[in-house]
């Protein structure tokens, strides 16, 4: 049911958007003349690399600078790759990843594979399932460039303060996602780009149905200031990304 669901919504969702999509591509290829797209290798369920698609919204060649989290002022976001992150745009070709069956609507986001190295054993239970367009945490996490705007090391940062609620959430997806699951989440995504307000408080209904930690919905409210603190399976805060 899940993949008949993932095939069905990623087609439909691509000709529905197709009016939106194609002058989108046409501006990010004028601004430079280099492609629209952005081929990015992320790491798939039981470790198996793919190779994701999205709209570009950096200038060529930006992954080359070693740096994988990205923040709002990150100088390598063009232009329009601002207003196409505001809108989550660039991840409307990941649907192609979903229907060529990488990838599912709902899941755990993917990661590259010099953060997957950095998984504790219990994080590389996020592995076990396809990667998703989206989870809870791209709802939780949507302002993810604000948190490490004003950060000297975003991917240190990134591992303190998001990756440990980020992957205790994947993991909770992995546990109990179902198809109803996937059409609340969905259904949250859509409601986020309007109201992230109201988006979050579904986050905690949900997270509420789930038995979840009170800690992880108290920070899924993100009504507090994000602190350093160990992911899933370590008593460690991160230090390094050695």
């Known amino acids: 049911m899940k993949r008949v669901l993932d095939i069905l919504v ?15 591509l046409y501006l990010i290829y004028r601004q430079d003349r280099h492609s629209p797209f952005y081929v990015a290798p992320r790491v798939g369920k039981d470790g198996r690399p793919f190779r994701m698609v999205k709209l570009r919204s950096m200038v060529a060649m930006a992954d080359k600078t070693g ?5 709002a ?13 505001r809108y989550k745009l660039d991840e409307i070709p990941q649907l192609f990843n979903v229907i060529r069956g990488e990838m599912s ?11 997957t190295r950095l998984y504790t054993e219990l994080e590389t239970k996020l592995l076990s399932v396809k990667p998703g367009v989206t989870d809870l945490s791209s709802i939780v996490f949507s302002d993810e460039n604000e ?3 004003e950060s000297a090391d975003p991917d240190i940062d990134y591992n303190q303060r998001i990756r440990p609620w ?21 259904g949250l995504t859509a409601l986020a ?16 149905g789930l038995n979840a930690e009170e800690k992880l919905s108290r920070v ?23």
């Open 10 to 24: 990623s087609a439909a969702a691509l000709i529905a958007l197709s009016p939106l999509l194609l002058p989108v």
């Open 67 to 71: 740096v994988d989290s990205t923040s």
């Open 73 to 85: 002022c990150d100088p390598r976001i063009t232009p329009i790759g601002h207003f196409v992150r």
């Open 105 to 115: 609507l709902v899941g755990p986001r993917p990661n590259v594979e010099r953060e």
């Open 147 to 149: 948190i490490l705007k």
């Open 166 to 186: 980020k992957s205790r959430l994947g993991l909770l997806y992995v546990d109990y996602g179902n198809v109803w699951l996937d059409l609340q989440i969905l």
């Open 193 to 208: 780009l309007v109201s992230r307000e109201r988006a979050l408080a579904g986050v905690e209904r949900v997270l509420h």
């Open 220 to 242: 899924a409210r993100r009504q507090e200031p994000l602190l350093a603190f160990p992911p899933p399976g370590s008593d460690r805060i991160v230090t390094s990304r050695a």
